[in-house]
């Protein structure tokens, strides 16, 4: 088994920073792809990031490009999002998730574990 915490969350402005981290435990070797997911309110969640481990092929969705940035400190077992110049509409629970396989990197349904999420509000 796998376990993420995500923690970093919090209430901000419009044109702020937020660092997200997710701390990965237990089984961590089996981890093969990390991601970030968001959820809006009676949205469905939704792809932010991902990194594949060993590989230095990044992926973002066309929403946060340019702005947002996932960086993995695997030595630490730790997963990172950059947010930069939010906006109103990044406001969404945050979530982190691993796969334990190669999967189509924006699937939700793909990943294997998922952490409890991290509330981003971002006020205009």
């Known amino acids: 088994q796998v376990q993420l915490v995500e923690s970093g969350g919090g209430a901000v402005q419009a044109g702020d920073s937020l660092r997200l981290s997710c701390v990965i435990s237990?089984?961590?070797?089996?981890?093969?792809?990390m991601a970030w997911f968001r959820q809006a309110p009676g949205m469905e969640r939704e792809f932010v990031a991902a990194?594949?481990?060993?590989?230095?092929?990044?992926h973002y969705a066309d929403s946060v490009k340019g702005r947002f940035t996932i960086a993995g400190d695997k030595a630490n077992n730790t997963l990172y999002l950059q947010m930069n110049n939010l906006k109103p509409e990044d406001t969404a629970v945050y979530y982190c998730?691993?796969?334990?396989?190669?999967?189509?990197?924006?699937?939700?349904?793909?990943?294997?574990?998922w952490g409890q999420g991290t509330q981003v509000t971002v006020s205009s």
């Open positions: 237990g089984r961590t070797f089996s981890t093969s792809i």
């Open positions: 990194i594949p481990w060993g590989v230095d092929n990044l």
């Open positions: 998730a691993a796969a334990s396989r190669p999967i189509p990197i924006m699937a939700v349904k793909g990943y294997d574990y």
